[in-house]
RNA sequence: GUGGGUGUAGCUCAGUUGGUUAGAGCGUCGGACUGUGGCUCCGAAGGUCGCGGGUUCGAGCCCCGUCACCCACCCCA
């Protein structure tokens, strides 16, 4: 049998799992302190949800998902990101009606099928936050404001972040647009890469994401959407920024920064780092998604989110040097003399358990000295001695590994002993 | 899907031009200290040298194949 996690996947062993649980936790709590509240949706969908939501032109819907037929022979898919399946659970439960507006958050391991390398997964984890029903161009700051401060939380100091903003427009300005792009394109088809020509038809936009040298010299003298947004895209985006520079929240603009998935209108960030990550840079993302409810056939709903990775922003901690801090792993250690006292040692742990101590014991009778090891090992501040010569006179030692001072106590005095030891 | 790199103990790695029973450090367990930790010393357990073939008197080392992992491209978290 193949005992390997299959590719791309990982396991989370304690020390990581623990980083993890840390991670949830900081954006539990900052997320709740803006207003929004969780969100589970399934791992996986009817594969509709995503081919029209994400855009089957996307690298996503094209080449990453992980699709099967189930045996009703109904096509799902292993969610590739988790906007798409908030906002078809908003759609489905009338989460949003008319005039409302609802803020939500989510997390869990999303499924791509790609090569993987360092700080890309096939399984990964992403934490996201979700703002349906908002219009204003303030919700788009806060939403921004609320990924730069996470990452603030975890200890990624503000000098190796660099947060990119931009604008994609919408139905009113886009299109023009983008047949300027692709008419640019075609006239520079020469010096393009074929990708780049294909995506002259099917989009054009996504030649600003090209990496080969020789494309990136020719879309760098091509228009920019910047330049070409109407007035109500430009407002927007202008207070966008005029609510950033108020919170003090540095930022670059990016006006060829146009992201991969097909739903963004108006506004997009993302936040990259420059250690740790290897070729991957970008450790959070998101943007305005004002069509997407509709594309599901609901009623016209503005939208916008992010997403954040988990690996990725471990990696970046990392190479920060931000350590995540441990619990302790044992206050009390009960350490067992010779067999003749394992019983009391079980029913003592248990108590002190019962009381709420974090506590201890050998279950594999081995030496007092590799019971002493292993309490050092855990950190335990106490050690509870169990012997006969004790346990006749009904007492145990109590002994503090800091000071190494001894004190007998009688058993029935136990927990309060170590309770106020422990302080 | 394409390219490059690496596979030797639980972990990190040595292993000379192919030559006897494959090593170290860390970790684990035991002992020195017959009921006491962090230091030190001693000892033990632990290995299909990724897998399969081939060459050879002899392969961890050379050849072929295969698998896995890593990194990069594409793109994204």
């Given at each position: 049998m193949n005992v390997r996690a299959p590719k791309g996947t990982a396991d989370m062993l304690p020390d990581v799992a623990r980083a993890w649980?840390?991670?949830?936790?900081?954006?539990?709590?900052?997320?709740?302190?803006?207003?929004?509240?969780?969100?589970?949706?399934?791992?996986?969908?009817?594969?509709?949800?995503?081919?029209?939501?994400?855009?089957?032109?996307?690298?996503i819907v094209?080449?990453?998902?992980?699709?099967?037929?189930d045996k009703g022979d109904r096509s799902l898919t292993l969610r590739p990101e988790g906007t798409a399946s908030v906002v078809r659970a908003a759609l489905e439960h009338s989460l949003v009606p008319q005039g409302s507006s609802a803020k939500l958050y989510y997390s869990g391991p999303m499924f791509r099928y790609e090569r993987p390398q360092k700080g890309r997964m096939r399984q990964f984890w992403q934490i996201g936050v979700e703002v349906l029903g908002v219009a204003g161009p303030s919700a788009d700051a806060e939403v921004i404001v609320l990924l730069v401060r996470f990452f603030e939380a975890v200890g990624?100091?503000?000098?190796?972040?660099?947060?990119?903003?931009?604008?994609?427009g919408d139905e009113a300005c886009r299109p023009a647009y983008r047949e300027r792009i692709s008419a640019y394109i075609r006239d520079h088809?020469?010096?393009l890469c074929e990708e780049c020509n294909r995506r002259a038809v099917t989009n054009p936009l996504r030649a600003f994401d090209c990496k080969n040298p020789a494309c990136v010299a020719v879309m760098a003298e091509a228009p920019l959407l910047r330049d070409s947004l109407c007035e109500e895209c430009s407002a927007h985006y202008s207070t966008v920024k005029a609510h950033l520079d108020r919170l003090g929240i540095a930022y670059e603009e990016a006006p060829r920064l146009v992201r991969g998935l097909d739903y963004y209108t108006r506004t997009v960030f993302e936040v990259q780092v420059t250690e740790g990550l290897g070729s991957q840079n970008a450790i959070g993302g998101g943007g305005r998604y004002d069509r997407l409810m509709q594309e599901y056939g609901g009623p016209p709903t503005p939208g916008l989110g992010f997403a954040l990775g988990f690996e990725r922003t471990l990696l970046a901690m990392e190479a920060a040097g931000v350590s995540v801090p441990?619990?302790?792993?044992?206050?009390?250690?009960?350490?067992?003399?010779?067999?003749?006292v394992s019983e009391s040692v079980f029913t003592m742990?248990?108590?002190?358990?019962d009381a709420g101590v974090v506590a201890e014991l050998d279950h594999q009778a081995r030496s007092l000295k590799s019971q002493f090891k292993q309490a050092d090992r855990l950190a335990a501040r106490l050690v509870v001695i169990v012997g006969?010569?004790?346990?006749?006179?009904?007492?145990?030692?109590?002994?503090?590994m800091t000071s190494k001072d001894e004190s007998r106590v009688a058993i029935g005095e136990l927990v309060n002993a170590v309770r106020s030891r422990l302080g």
């Amino acid at each position: 049998m193949n005992v390997r996690a299959p590719k791309g996947t990982a396991d989370m062993l304690p020390d990581v799992a623990r980083a993890w649980e840390y991670l949830t936790r900081t954006a539990q709590d900052l997320f709740s302190r803006y207003g929004y509240e969780p969100i589970y949706t399934p791992l996986f969908e009817n594969t509709e949800v995503f081919t029209r939501g994400i855009g089957e032109a996307t690298d996503i819907v094209s080449k990453e998902m992980y699709t099967f037929l189930d045996k009703g022979d109904r096509s799902l898919t292993l969610r590739p990101e988790g906007t798409a399946s908030v906002v078809r659970a908003a759609l489905e439960h009338s989460l949003v009606p008319q005039g409302s507006s609802a803020k939500l958050y989510y997390s869990g391991p999303m499924f791509r099928y790609e090569r993987p390398q360092k700080g890309r997964m096939r399984q990964f984890w992403q934490i996201g936050v979700e703002v349906l029903g908002v219009a204003g161009p303030s919700a788009d700051a806060e939403v921004i404001v609320l990924l730069v401060r996470f990452f603030e939380a975890v200890g990624i100091p503000a000098a190796s972040m660099r947060l990119l903003v931009n604008s994609m427009g919408d139905e009113a300005c886009r299109p023009a647009y983008r047949e300027r792009i692709s008419a640019y394109i075609r006239d520079h088809g020469e010096q393009l890469c074929e990708e780049c020509n294909r995506r002259a038809v099917t989009n054009p936009l996504r030649a600003f994401d090209c990496k080969n040298p020789a494309c990136v010299a020719v879309m760098a003298e091509a228009p920019l959407l910047r330049d070409s947004l109407c007035e109500e895209c430009s407002a927007h985006y202008s207070t966008v920024k005029a609510h950033l520079d108020r919170l003090g929240i540095a930022y670059e603009e990016a006006p060829r920064l146009v992201r991969g998935l097909d739903y963004y209108t108006r506004t997009v960030f993302e936040v990259q780092v420059t250690e740790g990550l290897g070729s991957q840079n970008a450790i959070g993302g998101g943007g305005r998604y004002d069509r997407l409810m509709q594309e599901y056939g609901g009623p016209p709903t503005p939208g916008l989110g992010f997403a954040l990775g988990f690996e990725r922003t471990l990696l970046a901690m990392e190479a920060a040097g931000v350590s995540v801090p441990a619990p302790a792993r044992a206050d009390v250690y009960v350490a067992r003399v010779d067999d003749s006292v394992s019983e009391s040692v079980f029913t003592m742990t248990a108590a002190l358990r019962d009381a709420g101590v974090v506590a201890e014991l050998d279950h594999q009778a081995r030496s007092l000295k590799s019971q002493f090891k292993q309490a050092d090992r855990l950190a335990a501040r106490l050690v509870v001695i169990v012997g006969p010569d004790e346990l006749a006179v009904g007492e145990v030692t109590l002994r503090d590994m800091t000071s190494k001072d001894e004190s007998r106590v009688a058993i029935g005095e136990l927990v309060n002993a170590v309770r106020s030891r422990l302080g």
